[in-house]
């Protein structure tokens, strides 16, 4: 099998955090080259934007997409246009809509349009979404609050339209829930706090349910500090299964039932070699739906500016 030569596009957190490190390990995946404004990696070709990486750069079979979700879309259909398979990170767009042109692009050209959700590679997820599929579910609870100075330092764009706010992690969660439950949930009832000067919410509650009414609620918070929570709580009839640190453990009436290492972005990167060695995309949607969803139900309520 030929290396899939990949250029990572938005040198940034994500990009140097998890992006560099997974792509140095996965067998069939190397990184070619970098476009961004600002960043660059010593020892590799480096592009201001995607459109001089296209037209300059050292041949490539695909892109991995780390700028941030404003700027995403029209990146993709240019990489797309170029014969290029199409790594995003999440969230897969501003809208659901913006998607639909990019899958049908990606379907023409045979090329790969692989959407993840890194959180759904959690070790605990699979185990969990087995767990549950033979219970009878009564409850779920989401409790996802950190600290955005912390984990977002300085990302203007998170405030802005699109950029999601406190959902930007939020959604994770709501990656890993539809994940393991058996059936789809929706959302109900959504409330949303926005500080004075944001165009995203720093906070928000929001009620779901499936066809049998599964009461699930989700507390998102941006204004955690000390202890930080990425915690799913599921009563069943079998005992409270809980996901902590982002579904990294799974405990079932408080004994941990799985705990194994972070290999979420090696996954996401075997997983987009597996795919485009075949030209199929993998785009699930669900969980940009219930956010998008939660901003239409959203009850909202103006709260103190944010200052980073
Ligand atoms: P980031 O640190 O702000 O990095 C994004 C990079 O994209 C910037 O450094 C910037 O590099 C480039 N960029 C920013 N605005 C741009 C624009 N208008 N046009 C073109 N390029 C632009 O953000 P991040 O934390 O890496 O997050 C990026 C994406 O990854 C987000 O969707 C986020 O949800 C996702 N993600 C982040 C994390 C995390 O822990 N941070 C975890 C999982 C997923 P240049 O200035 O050099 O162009």
């Not at 926005?194 to 995203?200: L, R």
Request: hydrophobic share 45%; proline share 7%.
């Amino acid at each position: 099998m030929s290396e899939l030569r990949i250029a990572i596009v938005g040198f940034g957190k994500i990009a140097r955090d998890q992006h560099v490190g997974a792509i140095a390990v996965v067998q069939g995946a190397t990184l070619a080259a970098v476009a961004s404004r600002n960043a660059s990696l010593p020892g590799l070709p480096h592009f201001a934007t995607i459109e001089e990486l296209l037209e300059q750069g050292p041949p490539i079979d695909a892109v991995s997409l780390c700028t941030p979700p404003q700027v995403r879309r029209a990146q993709a259909a240019t990489a797309l246009a170029a014969g290029k398979h199409v790594m995003l990170e999440k969230p897969p767009g501003i809208g659901v809509a913006e998607l639909d042109p990019l899958i049908a692009m990606a379907a023409e050209a045979k090329r790969t349009l692989f959407a993840t959700w890194h959180s759904r590679y959690a070790p605990a997820v699979e185990p969990a979404r087995q767990w549950l599929a033979t219970r009878r579910l009564k409850s779920v609870h989401i409790n996802w609050k950190e600290d955005v100075r912390v984990w977002h330092p300085g990302q203007t764009w998170i405030w802005e339209p699109g950029g999601l706010g406190v959902f930007d992690p939020g959604i994770n969660a709501l990656s890993i829930l539809t994940r393991i439950l058996p059936q789809p949930v929706f959302v109900t009832a959504a409330e949303l706090a926005f500080p004075a000067n944001c165009q995203a919410p720093i906070a928000a509650n929001l009620t779901l349910t499936d066809i049998g009414g599964l009461p699930v609620t989700a507390e998102f918070d941006f204004r955690q500090t000390g202890p930080q929570s990425w915690d799913i709580l599921v009563d069943t009839d079998g005992g409270q299964m809980k996901l902590s640190r982002g579904a990294r453990i799974m405990a079932v009436d408080g004994k941990v039932v799985a705990d194994a290492p972070d290999e979420e972005y090696r996954e996401l990167y075997r997983r987009f070699v597996a795919l485009t060695a075949t030209g199929m995309s993998d785009v699930d949607l669900a969980p940009l739906r219930l956010v998008a969803d939660a901003f239409l139900l959203g009850k909202r309520t103006l709260v103190e500016p944010f200052v980073d």
